[in-house]
């Protein structure tokens, strides 16, 4: 638990952050509040930006005990500095290789939360303008568009009608050769932070866009959150548990975030894992930890202990394989 290791217990921290995904802004942002926390913990943190040519030399130099990960998105986010920080030995937050890749692709996400009997919203695949044409008359509208790799709400549109399916599909194949159409799910979203491999408390989200799109994550004042989210307590629950069995069933570890959303018959549809959400202090993680008396300064040591916790699991696995 947090609390109980002294700053330079910690060593030298690298925080990973920037990089050169399109949600690039965000994860500095996250980035300089995770680095002030640290530094204020007395923990000795330094910024280490991955979209700048010297920053994986640093890493491999042997300077840091351990990585904090604030990266969003491909690249930070999907496994690929989780391999690099695993292969040159460096201790890193949250999850591993194939949880961060699996969480990160969209589809591949809904084929194992359907698989382990996780309740996601039906979607077909659009691989190209074809499947487009060949799809658009059998669909079942409204839809929600979306690219399988992107996050932030980047590239996604509603889509009411066969009419609108081609440049909804276009606008996210600009980002991302893998495009799904996915059912539209009318009712109200929620948001499961997870720290220390338990959920916090539940966030309702509410915007009076169409859905929760960039301006209403990023730039807008008329998103509300609540929290206490409105549900009865054995609701809630209920669906902690339902939320951690999809952050598992993805092989995530450590903290996170799983959002899904009730439709009007009470009935829950998983719609994605975030293994690292938002760090900044009007970012959902942090809210549902202040909810739970864990304010902004101790969240951020709980998530940097998950890098000991990893230590542990990987010597656990070890074990298990010699049984
Ligand atoms: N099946 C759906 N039905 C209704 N709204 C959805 C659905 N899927 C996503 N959304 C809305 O779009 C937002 C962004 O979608 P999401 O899949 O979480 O992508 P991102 O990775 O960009 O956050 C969600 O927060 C939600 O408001
Ligand atoms: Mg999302």
């Not at 959400?277 to 998950?306: N, Q, W």
């Amino acid at each position: 638990m947090s609390g109980a290791r002294n700053p330079a217990d910690y060593g030298r921290v690298a925080v990973l952050l920037g990089g050169r995904s399109a949600e690039r802004a965000v994860s500095l942002n996250s980035g300089a509040m995770v680095l002030e926390a640290l530094q204020a913990a007395g923990v000795a943190a330094q910024a280490v930006d991955t979209a700048h040519d010297d920053a994986f030399g640093l890493l491999a130099g042997g300077g840091f005990a351990r990585a904090f990960i604030a990266l969003h998105g491909r690249g930070g986010e999907d496994g690929v500095i989780q391999g690099l920080l695993e292969s040159i030995g460096l201790p890193y937050t949250g999850s591993g290789v194939l949880g961060s890749a699996l969480a990160m692709d969209k589809l591949r996400s809904k084929q194992v939360w359907h698989a382990a009997g996780i309740p996601t919203p039906a979607w077909a695949m659009l691989r190209s303008a074809q499947d487009v044409a060949t799809l658009r008359d059998s669909l079942h509208y409204p839809l929600i568009v979306k690219p399988s790799h992107e996050g932030s709400s980047i590239g996604i549109s509603k889509v009411d009608s066969a009419a609108q399916l081609l440049p909804a599909w276009q606008a996210a194949a600009a980002f991302d050769s893998s495009v799904i159409a996915e059912q539209w799910i009318s009712g109200a979203e929620y948001t499961t932070g997870v720290l220390d491999d338990m959920p916090l408390p539940l966030i309702r989200l509410e915007t009076p866009h169409a859905f929760y799109d960039y301006a209403a994550k990023y730039q807008s004042d008329t998103t509300r959150y609540l929290i206490p989210c409105g549900l009865e307590e054995v609701r809630e629950q209920e669906m902690q548990a339902l939320a951690l069995q999809a952050f598992r069933a993805l092989g995530a570890y450590g903290w996170g975030r799983v959002d899904f959303m009730l439709d009007e018959e009470g009935r829950p549809w998983f719609i994605e894992l975030n293994t690292v959400p938002g760090l900044t202090d009007h970012s959902l993680v942090p809210m549902a930890a202040r909810a739970s008396g864990i304010e902004f300064g101790a969240l951020v040591l709980h998530i940097l202990d998950s890098s000991f916790g990893r230590d542990r699991r990987m010597a656990t696995e070890v074990q298990h394989a010699k049984a």
